[in-house]
C-alpha cells in the first residue's frame, strides 16, 4: 500500500564534469546535485523541509558520494601527474649532473628553483601515491644519479628535496639512496 504522506527529496542538478567513481573504480562523468526535503501528501511534494546535503551523482553507476570525492584526480589526470613528476625528477638530477659537468661544484643558486618546481609538480600527485609508488619515483632519480659514479652532494641535497616532496620521512629517503647505490644498473 503507497505512503499517504512522508518526506520526499527533489533533486536539481547545479554542475557536470569527470571524476574517478569509487564505486566503478573508473573516470566517469558526474552530476552535481543539491536537494531539498520537502513535506509530500500521496506522493506529490508540497512544504519544503529544509536542504538535503550536496552530492555527486555517477552518471554510470548511479551512486551518490559526498563533494569530497571531487578531490580526487580522475585515471587520466593522475596518469598525467605521475609522468611528469617522473619527468621532473629525471630532470633536476640531469641538471644537476650537468651543472656538475660544466665545473660548478654544486647547485647553490639554482637549487631553490630546483627544490620549488619539484614541490610544485610532486606536491599535488604525493597525497594520491601508495608508499611504492613515491618509492619508485625516488628509487628512478637515485639511478640517474649513479650513472655517472657515486652521489655528489648537490645530487644527495637533490634527492633528499624529492624524497620531502614525495612525503618521504629522512629514514625512508636515506634507506632507498642506499638501495640504489648497492644495486647493479
Do not use: K
Not at 625528477?89 to 627544490?115: Q, Y
Not at 597525497?127 to 628512478?140: C, F, K, M, N, Y
Request: with cysteine.
Amino acid at each position: 500500500m503507497p505512503h499517504i504522506w512522508g518526506v520526499r527529496t527533489t533533486w536539481r542538478t547545479v554542475g557536470d564534469g569527470e571524476f574517478f567513481c569509487p564505486g566503478c573504480g573508473g573516470g566517469r562523468s558526474y552530476l552535481r546535485r543539491i536537494g531539498r526535503h520537502r513535506f509530500a501528501l500521496l506522493g506529490i511534494p508540497l512544504l519544503p523541509r529544509g536542504t538535503a546535503e550536496t552530492v555527486v551523482e555517477c552518471a554510470a553507476c548511479r551512486t551518490c558520494f559526498r563533494t569530497d570525492v571531487l578531490g580526487h584526480p580522475t585515471t587520466t589526470r593522475f596518469s598525467a601527474m605521475l609522468r611528469d613528476a617522473v619527468h621532473t625528477v629525471a630532470l633536476a638530477v640531469l641538471a644537476v649532473l650537468a651543472v656538475l659537468a660544466a665545473g660548478n661544484e654544486g647547485i647553490d643558486g639554482s637549487g631553490t628553483a630546483l627544490t620549488i618546481e619539484l614541490h610544485e609538480v610532486l606536491d599535488p600527485l604525493a597525497p594520491h601515491l601508495a608508499p611504492a609508488g613515491s618509492e619508485d619515483i625516488r628509487l628512478q632519480g637515485a639511478r640517474i644519479a649513479l650513472a655517472d659514479g657515486p652521489y655528489t652532494p648537490s645530487e644527495h641535497q637533490t634527492l633528499a628535496a624529492v624524497g620531502r616532496a614525495l612525503l618521504l620521512s629522512h629514514e625512508d629517503t636515506e634507506r632507498l639512496l642506499a638501495i640504489a647505490a648497492r644495486t647493479p644498473s
